[in-house]
């Protein structure tokens, strides 16, 4: 694993009145994944119960405490801003929380478009988001790599990548595997303690920035690099920081994360079916160097048993590749596929 | 035209030991293309010679002078940093020289990365790759402008779009139609008084960006909109700019910009064949909004006449579309087969 030269943190995670919902991901994703410990969640409308009720099956738990001064109590060396508010801006009661977390001498961390290092001057603030100086142009020095590098991408934007990844990269360690999980946005960062929101670089810098950090991963000299996708080239939004991603990061293989394809990706443009976007994936990816799709990670979540097992056939059958849902079942067929799948060469090398 | 509100400006070009060569870009762009007067250039190595001796058939003429002092007998307004050195440092020469020109009441405008603004507090410095501030993200507005949008990709980086754009531009105007050139990068930029570098934005914010662009050119209802491509889907290093461009700017068609396709993209990759590439816009582009590939534009500036004609007609062939080398020749072609090309629909609406 990557020696992050950070500290050992001890996250206090603030999610006052949203620890139950789904959007708190960040909140959750650290919890679920963190390599740091959660010591306790901040969130008053669930104060007296426990993590695990909330989010069963994880084999962490953590008190869920009412206020900043029980939170204390358990001895946390950083508060996290556990929810990404909808159009960026923090509550003001949440500012005076962190503000009464700083002067105990806690580290803010934040995954916050909204920088917060300027609100609190003097005081320890990690803004996740905030890209380091000095990124270079991309180089081609990713070309060279010795492990083997897997990318995830998708038929949608917010669709499960990142979660996809996290379950590869635990299940090839659990098989003995070395696995690194390179984070790329804002809720890998704050799990893994390290990587950088490559949808905050200067769009000149998105290759370089997602080349930096698959030869930070390499260092280690894993088994596998499993870089965390983001957006779609299908969503008008967000496919420059899809592709940025795909051609800096020089992938071996591409695993396709997909969902519900009846749903649309924005503003009546339905999701591409994943047979046709893993092709289209495939030919922009091999402008540069091969890539194939080797496998398709479904995200079934909204869907009962039955129903997920139809569209994990169905979605194998259209695609002829290796289906599953690494959550809800097992990523073994996934990372059976990515196992199997050869190193490829940049084309003119 | 759009309306920029700025100042008309009176330029001093400030090219020292630079002015012959080629890739004094935004230099030449400006003093063939620009809304605004050139009335002297700085190249003590070329003094009391003529812009026309370096680039002939212009229609414009400016003396070149060996010293500020000369220049600012002319009056201009502003002084244009007419060099991006490679590593982007600025010699210290041009630094005094600069200093002097602010002292004496000149706009100092630059293309550069490096920012000026802070080496001159107090003095008007126009940082030409300095985004605005609040860029939106993609709003998917841009679906619904009246006007015919037309994008130039390309087979390659520096292949010569901006240049086959503004030709395209002038024989639409030549011909009698309203023309808009959208700007988006350095040099256009200053060629067209507006606009913004959208390879210097948030990734996140690159195809939010160029749709503003685009919108902006549409509130005078012309008959076309050119919009400047940048990078291309095949380089690595840039690809993600390409792409947010693309996405971004909701073009109805494409022109493809290509020259010889024996040369390398990056490292031993080499350029894609303009079929295979234009094949894969299309595809790209189609995930949101149809935009075919309408013509190509040829840059054979390398080739004797002979040879021009042969790729011209090789690649038409190969293509099976109206090719032309707009500089050497006429836009014509290229501005025929936008012209006859329909608006196109976001899929889904």
Redesign the interface.
Known sequence: MIDTGAPERRYAVLAEGWFANRSAKTAHGLVRYGKDEVVAVMDSTLAGGRVADILPDLGRDAPIVGTLQEALELAPTSVLVGLAPAGGKLPEEWMETLLAAAEAGLEIVSGLHQRLAPEFPGKPVWDVREPPEGIP??S?EG?EVGPKVALTVGTDSAIGKMTATLEIARTAREAGHSAEFVPTGQTGVVIAGWGLC???????F???ASEQLMLEAAKTSPDLILVEGQGS??H??????????M??SCPDCLILCSADPHE?V?????R?SPAR?AR?YE??AS??KPAPVVAVSLNTARLDENESQELIAAIADETGLPTADPFRSSAAPILEAVLEAPKTK????
């Open positions: 142009l991309f081609g070309f490559v949808d905050a670089v200067v769009s000149d998105v290759a370089g080239l299908g008008p939004a967000y496919s420059a920081v899809t592709l940025g991603l051609h800096g649309e924005f503003r009546g443009v339905p591409p976007v289209l030919e922009v402008l540069i940049a084309i003119g090398l």
